[in-house]
Structures are given as structure tokens and as C-alpha cells.
């Protein structure tokens, strides 16, 4: 028998081959496959028990006996995923389980429940929160969570009032996931209990709002790390949720009165934490509290790409103080540390570095070579033309066009050096000279020599010029631009739309329309976000004829016009966008009408909170909450308990919890 083989591949296609049989005569067989040593002939088996759906409840039945199978974990295991995969279906025959005298098989039970989201069975896991077993209490607050009904929430608060720990903290867990507003009083006291903190700032996390603020502030002193960083981490998610004013006034003034003290000092050692998430808080915390003792830890942070952006965030919001002491870390640091210090310098304008940044062109690193290239633009040093132009040459990419930028920042106190510069450029063999030679002619706005470049035998080139003569003026940029819409390349036409788009002017019309015909969408694109800049309703019947045959962005930014143009008056085609099957579509004309009043709303309402794309629904309530503030929580409250997505459950709970 080859299910008894000792090759793994032979047991796999028997199991394969069995498919090809009644189920009733297969059915032993395949189970004894789920419990194979191998996952892949278990998987074989699992697949074919589930093509033979429906199952009738003897099956069912010796699928959940399969569960006690504590001597043949890959059989459980299986029997979890088949019963899963199965569904609604099981559900019948799961709950008659849930009182069965083997606490392991009500916990698997109640997992697979939890797994399938089975909201039918909310009593039923209610009530396992008094069961005789601590796991089986454990897994009926986990997966009460999982489902995520409201109607649970009573009934986990009840939990926190007992004295189980590792209930309460799976329960805090549980209620961060179901999302729906807790009050502050149910988790304050969670606090006095130190194994719990971390669990109960993760919590307010995901449930906190403005009055949690003191709470997750006085977090902030907390002797355990992770208490701490927990506390950071619920303080920011909280003060996202905030509006503007509010986070000013309630977040970054009190954080900025810690600058120089303890609390600024331990937060700022917190900085070597290795989860990127925390880091993360911890470095907008640190950066608004603006301690310079802040600036080698954040440098450090810096070497993470992913953390790099909101660590130069940081760094803007000190401000220029803490350049001296990074100065002085720059020859003996890595090359990254040395590209964000360049950029810092850049940044802050700040003088009197001029000999570290030349020196930066010739370091061995490209990155640095970049930063120091970008950095040299900003003061307008002294005989660093020169030195950026040799740097034209280099072997690396994106040095040769940060020097170009450098360059071009010279355009208006070295004018004449710049073109000198340019006309060897122009003359030069190689394309990529060239362009460098239009994009320095852009900064210098020589249109008289741009022009021929127009026309040039290479479409970078083309490209290059087209956009500079975009931006200058010249009686004859518009008929070069006009023709440039016929270029042979879409880049060049691209980059015509857009010049035209830039340029604007009544002469821009004509040439814009006839964009709207062209074959690429990104010319479609730029040429209606053209036209809407113009605002001349005179465009309004070309953009309408293109609704019917456009898709996508060319659609999107097809509506987006005809609003600019035509006002809350032809707002029709935006309004009939909603029930379009694109769902992109559908968000961008919530956008749009979002901006005409609320007057779409009652007749849209309940087609969108039940969309079958997430990011509709989302959409759609903040826009109700938006326009229609306190008088929109009727529709928040039902649309929460209705609502299966965690996302837009969460969304619609922080809405409901500024509103009230």
C-alpha cells in the first residue's frame, strides 16, 4: 500500500489518487494521511476531505474527535485547518463540543470558533470565561477579541475586575482588537498591577483619547523599559488621533517642558531599543521635547533606513543647536552619519562649513559624495562650482545628479560660470552631457539656447529641455512645447503636458485639450491636471466626453476636473462615480464631494457603509464625520456594530470617541 510507503512523494500522490474515489470509501484513509509525518501529504489529505463538501456530521464529528489526537500533533493540526477551511459549516457541531470533559479539546474548540469569526457563538464564548480551566478561559477572551463583536465588552470588563493576571492581560488584548470605546476607569487601575502596565498602555493605544493624555504622559516615568515604551508608543498613536491645535496644546508643550530633565535623559537612552516601532515613537517624543542631548543617539537611529525620515523629522524640530556637537562627530563617523550630518548642514543653512563639505566630494562613500554635492548649493560657496562640475563625471548615478542640482542652485550669483559650463555641455558627444547641459540652460533661463535642444536626436535630452523651457520665458517656448505634445516618445509628451500645465496661460488651452487625446494616460493625466489649474470652463465639454471611455487615474483626475471646472453645478458625473466598480474610483469621488457639503450624503449612505471594499467604507465615514459632526454618531454607532473590518472598526470608533 503506497500510503504506507517510506517515500514521502509515493504517500503524496496515493493520497492524490484517492481524490479519484467516493469519499464514504476514501474517508479512513484520508484521515489516517492527515496524521502523515509529512506536511505535504497531510496538506494533500486536508484538500481532498474538503472537496468532498458538503460533509455530512458523522464527518464533521470524527474531525473534532481528531482533536484529542494529543499523540499526533500533525493529525490535530490538520484537523484545525480542515475544520476551519470548512466554516460556518462546522459551527453546529463545534458548540456541542464547547461543555465536552476535556478542557484541550473545548480550547481547540474555541480557537477554531474564533478562527472562523463565528459571531453566532458570542454567548457560548461569553460564558467559557467562567470555565473551570485557565487556558480554555485564556482562549475565550482571545478569540472574543478575534471576533470582535461590541457585545462582548461588558463581559470582558467584568474579567478585569477579577484577579487572574494572565486573563486580564489576554482580555486588554481582546479589547484593543474589538476596538470599541472602553472607559478610562475600567483600565486606569490596571496600573497598580506591574506585570499588566505594558499591556494596559498597549490597550489605550489602540482605545486611548484625550483623556488618557496624562495617563500615558506620567507613562513616561516609568522605571520598567517596557512600561515606558509602551507608554511612548500609546502617547503618540493617541496624539495622532488628535487634531492639530489639540496636539500642540496637549502633547508637544507638555513633552517640550521635560527638555534638559530626567525624563528627557531616560527617554533618550530608550533610543538604542531595537523594535523599529518603538524607536519609531521614541524618536518624534524625543525630537519634539527638542534636549540636544538627543543628537548622537539619534544620529545612531539613523543607520536604519526605515527610521531615517523620521529621524531627520527629529533632527528639524531641535533645530540648528545640536549642529556643533554632530560637526564634530563627523570625520570619526560611518559614511551614513556623515551623509545625514551634510544634509543637516544643508538644511539649517548653516555657514562656516564650507572646507568639511568640499572635502565630503571627494570621500569614498557615494552617499556622502551626494549629501556634501546637495549641501554645497545651499551656502553658494566659493569655488565649489568647479569642484560640483568635476563631479558630473562621477561613477555613481545619484552623485552625478545631486551634483546637478548643486549647480543649478548656483544659477543666480555665478551665472556666468554656469554658462560657460553649460555651452561645453551642449556640445558635448555624450546625451547624458547634454541633458545636464538643458537642465542648467532651465536654471539659467536661456531660452535662446534651450530651444535647439528641443529638438535634439536623444529623447532624454528632449525630455530635459522640454521641462526647462517650461519655465522660462520665451515668446517661442509655446509653439515648442505645443509640438512637443507629437514627440514619438510619452515621456516627452509627458513632460510637454506638464510644462504646459506649469506655464498655464489662455495659449495653454487649445494644446491641452488635444492632450486628452493622447494614447498614454500620464499625458491624459498631466494635461487634465492642466486644465483644472487653468479653470476656464471652456474645457469643461472636452472633459466630459472623455468620462465614458476613461479608467483609473485617468478617470480620477477626469472628475477631479470637472469639479474645478464646473463647480457644485456639474457634479452629476462625480455623484454617479460612487456606484463605479473601481473602488479607487469610488474613494476619490467621496473626496471630491466632500468638498461640496454633505448634501450626497443621505443619498448614498447605506450603499457605501456596505461596500465590499474596506477602504470605501473607511472613506465614507470620515467624510460623514467630517461634514456632519455629533449629528453623524447614529449612523457611527450602527455602522460599527454592523462592521467586520478591524481597520475601519478602529477608524469608526477614534471618529465616535472625538465626537462624543
Given at each position: 500500500?503506497?500510503?504506507?510507503?517510506?517515500?514521502?512523494?509515493?504517500?503524496?500522490?496515493?493520497?492524490?489518487?484517492?481524490?479519484d474515489?467516493?469519499?464514504?470509501?476514501?474517508?479512513?484513509?484520508?484521515?489516517?494521511?492527515?496524521?502523515?509525518?509529512?506536511?505535504?501529504v497531510?496538506?494533500?489529505?486536508?484538500?481532498?476531505?474538503?472537496?468532498?463538501?458538503p460533509?455530512?456530521?458523522?464527518?464533521?464529528?470524527?474531525?473534532?474527535?481528531?482533536?484529542?489526537?494529543?499523540?499526533?500533533?500533525?493529525?490535530?493540526?490538520?484537523?484545525?485547518?480542515?475544520?476551519?477551511?470548512?466554516?460556518?459549516?462546522?459551527?453546529?457541531?463545534?458548540?456541542?463540543?464547547?461543555?465536552?470533559?476535556?478542557?484541550?479539546?473545548?480550547?481547540?474548540?474555541?480557537?477554531?470558533?474564533?478562527?472562523?469569526?463565528?459571531?453566532?457563538?458570542?454567548?457560548?464564548?461569553?460564558?467559557?470565561?467562567?470555565?473551570?480551566?485557565?487556558?480554555?478561559?485564556?482562549?475565550?477572551?482571545?478569540?472574543?477579541?478575534k471576533?470582535?463583536?461590541?457585545?462582548?465588552?461588558?463581559?470582558?470588563?467584568?474579567?478585569?475586575?477579577?484577579?487572574?493576571?494572565?486573563?486580564?492581560?489576554?482580555?486588554?488584548?481582546?479589547?484593543?482588537?474589538?476596538?470599541?470605546?472602553?472607559?478610562?476607569?475600567?483600565?486606569?487601575?490596571?496600573?497598580?498591577?506591574?506585570?499588566?502596565?505594558?499591556?494596559?498602555?498597549?490597550?489605550?493605544?489602540?482605545?486611548?483619547?484625550?483623556?488618557?493624555?496624562?495617563?500615558?504622559?506620567?507613562?513616561?516615568?516609568?522605571?520598567?523599559?517596557?512600561?515606558?515604551?509602551?507608554?511612548?508608543?500609546?502617547?503618540?498613536?493617541?496624539?495622532?488621533?488628535?487634531?492639530?491645535?489639540?496636539?500642540?496644546?496637549?502633547?508637544?508643550?507638555?513633552?517640550?517642558?521635560?527638555?534638559?530633565?530626567?525624563?528627557?535623559?531616560?527617554?533618550?537612552?530608550?533610543?538604542?531599543?531595537?523594535?523599529?516601532?518603538?524607536?519609531?515613537?521614541?524618536?518624534?517624543?524625543?525630537?519634539?521635547?527638542?534636549?540636544?542631548?538627543?543628537?548622537?543617539p539619534?544620529?545612531?537611529?539613523?543607520?536604519?533606513?526605515?527610521?531615517?525620515?523620521?529621524?531627520?523629522?527629529?533632527?528639524?524640530?531641535?533645530?540648528?543647536?545640536?549642529?556643533?556637537?554632530?560637526?564634530?562627530?563627523?570625520?570619526?563617523t560611518?559614511?551614513?552619519e556623515?551623509?545625514?550630518?551634510?544634509?543637516?548642514?544643508?538644511?539649517?543653512?548653516?555657514?562656516?562649513?564650507?572646507?568639511?563639505?568640499?572635502?565630503?566630494?571627494?570621500?569614498?562613500?557615494?552617499?556622502?559624495?551626494?549629501?556634501?554635492?546637495?549641501?554645497?548649493?545651499?551656502?553658494?560657496?566659493q569655488?565649489?562650482?568647479?569642484?560640483?562640475?568635476?563631479?558630473?563625471?562621477?561613477?555613481?548615478?545619484?552623485?552625478?545628479?545631486?551634483?546637478?542640482?548643486?549647480?543649478?542652485?548656483?544659477?543666480?550669483?555665478?551665472?556666468?560660470?554656469?554658462?560657460?559650463?553649460?555651452?561645453?555641455?551642449?556640445?558635448?558627444?555624450?546625451?547624458?552631457?547634454?541633458?545636464?547641459a538643458?537642465?542648467?540652460?532651465?536654471?539659467?533661463?536661456?531660452?535662446?539656447?534651450?530651444?535647439?535642444?528641443?529638438?535634439?536626436?536623444?529623447?532624454?535630452?528632449?525630455?530635459?529641455?522640454?521641462?526647462?523651457?517650461?519655465?522660462?520665458?520665451?515668446?517661442?517656448a509655446?509653439?515648442h512645447?505645443?509640438?512637443?505634445?507629437s514627440?514619438?516618445?510619452?515621456?516627452?509628451?509627458?513632460?510637454?503636458?506638464?510644462?504646459?500645465?506649469?506655464?498655464?496661460?489662455?495659449?495653454?488651452?487649445?494644446?491641452?485639450?488635444?492632450?486628452?487625446?493622447?494614447?498614454?494616460?500620464?499625458?491624459?493625466?498631466?494635461?487634465?491636471?492642466?486644465?483644472?489649474?487653468?479653470?476656464?470652463?471652456?474645457?469643461?465639454?472636452?472633459?466630459?466626453?472623455?468620462?465614458?471611455?476613461?479608467?483609473?487615474?485617468?478617470?480620477?483626475?477626469?472628475?477631479?476636473?470637472?469639479?474645478a471646472?464646473?463647480?457644485?453645478?456639474?457634479?452629476?458625473?462625480?455623484?454617479?462615480?460612487?456606484?463605479?466598480?473601481?473602488?479607487?474610483?469610488?474613494?476619490?469621488?467621496?473626496?471630491?464631494?466632500?468638498?461640496?457639503?454633505?448634501?450626497?450624503?443621505?443619498?448614498?449612505?447605506?450603499?457605501?457603509?456596505?461596500?465590499?471594499?474596506?477602504?470605501?467604507?473607511?472613506?465614507?465615514?470620515?467624510a460623514?464625520?467630517?461634514?456632519?459632526?455629533?449629528?453623524?454618531?447614529?449612523?457611527?454607532?450602527?455602522?460599527?456594530?454592523?462592521?467586520?473590518?478591524?481597520l475601519?472598526?478602529?477608524?469608526i470608533?477614534?471618529?465616535?470617541?472625538?465626537?462624543?
Amino acid at each position: 500500500m503506497k500510503l504506507s510507503s517510506r517515500d514521502e512523494e509515493e504517500r503524496r500522490l496515493a493520497v492524490l489518487a484517492l481524490r479519484d474515489h467516493p469519499f464514504a470509501s476514501t474517508m479512513q484513509l484520508l484521515f489516517k494521511a492527515m496524521g502523515d509525518e509529512s506536511w505535504r501529504v497531510r496538506k494533500e489529505a486536508v484538500t481532498a476531505v474538503l472537496q468532498a463538501q458538503p460533509l455530512e456530521a458523522p464527518v464533521l464529528e470524527a474531525l473534532i474527535a481528531a482533536l484529542r489526537a494529543s499523540e499526533n500533533a500533525g493529525l490535530r493540526n490538520s484537523a484545525v485547518e480542515a475544520l476551519e477551511l470548512i466554516g460556518a459549516a462546522a459551527v453546529q457541531q463545534l458548540c456541542a463540543h464547547l461543555n465536552d470533559p476535556d478542557p484541550d479539546l473545548r480550547k481547540f474548540v474555541i480557537d477554531i470558533l474564533g478562527n472562523i469569526g463565528c459571531e453566532k457563538c458570542l454567548p457560548l464564548l461569553v460564558r467559557a470565561l467562567d470555565d473551570d480551566d485557565m487556558n480554555v478561559r485564556v482562549a475565550a477572551a482571545e478569540n472574543l477579541g478575534k471576533i470582535g463583536d461590541a457585545g462582548a465588552l461588558p463581559h470582558l470588563l467584568t474579567v478585569l475586575e477579577g484577579g487572574e493576571i494572565w486573563l486580564k492581560f489576554t482580555v486588554l488584548d481582546a479589547l484593543a482588537l474589538i476596538g470599541a470605546p472602553v472607559p478610562l476607569v475600567s483600565l486606569a487601575p490596571l496600573l497598580q498591577e506591574s506585570l499588566l502596565r505594558r499591556a494596559t498602555y498597549d490597550c489605550l493605544a489602540a482605545l486611548g483619547d484625550v483623556q488618557a493624555l496624562p495617563i500615558l504622559l506620567q507613562g513616561l516615568q516609568e522605571k520598567a523599559k517596557n512600561a515606558r515604551e509602551a507608554a511612548a508608543m500609546a502617547l503618540m498613536r493617541v496624539r495622532e488621533r488628535l487634531p492639530a491645535e489639540k496636539q500642540t496644546s496637549l502633547v508637544d508643550l507638555r513633552l517640550q517642558e521635560m527638555s534638559g530633565g530626567p525624563i528627557a535623559k531616560k527617554l533618550i537612552d530608550s533610543l538604542h531599543s531595537e523594535d523599529p516601532v518603538v524607536l519609531s515613537a521614541l524618536v518624534r517624543i524625543v525630537g519634539t521635547i527638542g534636549d540636544t542631548r538627543a543628537a548622537l543617539p539619534l544620529l545612531h537611529v539613523c543607520r536604519s533606513e526605515r527610521l531615517r525620515d523620521v529621524c531627520i523629522d527629529a533632527f528639524r524640530r531641535i533645530g540648528p543647536k545640536l549642529l556643533p556637537e554632530l560637526v564634530d562627530h563627523f570625520p570619526a563617523t560611518v559614511p551614513i552619519e556623515r551623509a545625514v550630518i551634510a544634509q543637516l548642514l544643508a538644511e539649517f543653512g548653516d555657514t562656516g562649513h564650507e572646507k568639511l563639505l568640499l572635502d565630503g566630494l571627494l570621500d569614498d562613500s557615494a552617499q556622502v559624495r551626494r549629501s556634501c554635492a546637495l549641501a554645497l548649493g545651499r551656502p553658494k560657496s566659493q569655488g565649489a562650482v568647479t569642484r560640483l562640475a568635476e563631479l558630473l563625471d562621477d561613477d555613481e548615478p545619484q552623485v552625478r545628479e545631486a551634483a546637478l542640482e548643486g549647480l543649478r542652485a548656483f544659477a543666480a550669483t555665478e551665472p556666468a560660470t554656469l554658462s560657460t559650463l553649460a555651452s561645453a555641455l551642449t556640445r558635448a558627444q555624450l546625451p547624458a552631457k547634454r541633458r545636464n547641459a538643458a537642465l542648467i540652460l532651465g536654471a539659467l533661463a536661456d531660452g535662446e539656447r534651450l530651444s535647439p535642444l528641443v529638438k535634439d536626436e536623444d529623447a532624454t535630452v528632449r525630455q530635459a529641455a522640454v521641462s526647462s523651457l517650461g519655465r522660462v520665458e520665451l515668446p517661442q517656448a509655446l509653439s515648442h512645447l505645443a509640438l512637443a505634445l507629437s514627440d514619438e516618445e510619452p515621456e516627452v509628451r509627458l513632460a510637454a503636458a506638464h510644462a504646459l500645465s506649469d506655464r498655464g496661460g489662455p495659449d495653454a488651452l487649445a494644446p491641452l485639450l488635444l492632450a486628452l487625446n493622447d494614447s498614454d494616460p500620464w499625458v491624459q493625466t498631466a494635461a487634465l491636471r492642466g486644465l483644472a489649474l487653468l479653470g476656464d470652463s471652456g474645457a469643461l465639454p472636452g472633459v466630459i466626453a472623455l468620462l465614458d471611455q476613461a479608467c483609473g487615474p485617468v478617470l480620477i483626475a477626469a472628475l477631479s476636473t470637472v469639479a474645478a471646472l464646473g463647480g457644485a453645478n456639474a457634479l452629476a458625473p462625480v455623484e454617479k462615480a460612487l456606484s463605479h466598480s473601481d473602488e479607487e474610483v469610488v474613494e476619490a469621488a467621496i473626496e471630491i464631494l466632500s468638498g461640496f457639503g454633505c448634501g450626497w450624503i443621505d443619498g448614498h449612505s447605506a450603499t457605501l457603509l456596505a461596500h465590499p471594499h474596506w477602504v470605501v467604507r473607511r472613506s465614507f465615514v470620515r467624510a460623514l464625520a467630517k461634514l456632519r459632526g455629533a449629528e453623524s454618531m447614529a449612523i457611527l454607532d450602527r455602522a460599527l456594530a454592523s462592521e467586520s473590518d478591524q481597520l475601519v472598526r478602529s477608524e469608526i470608533a477614534a471618529l465616535l470617541g472625538r465626537l462624543r
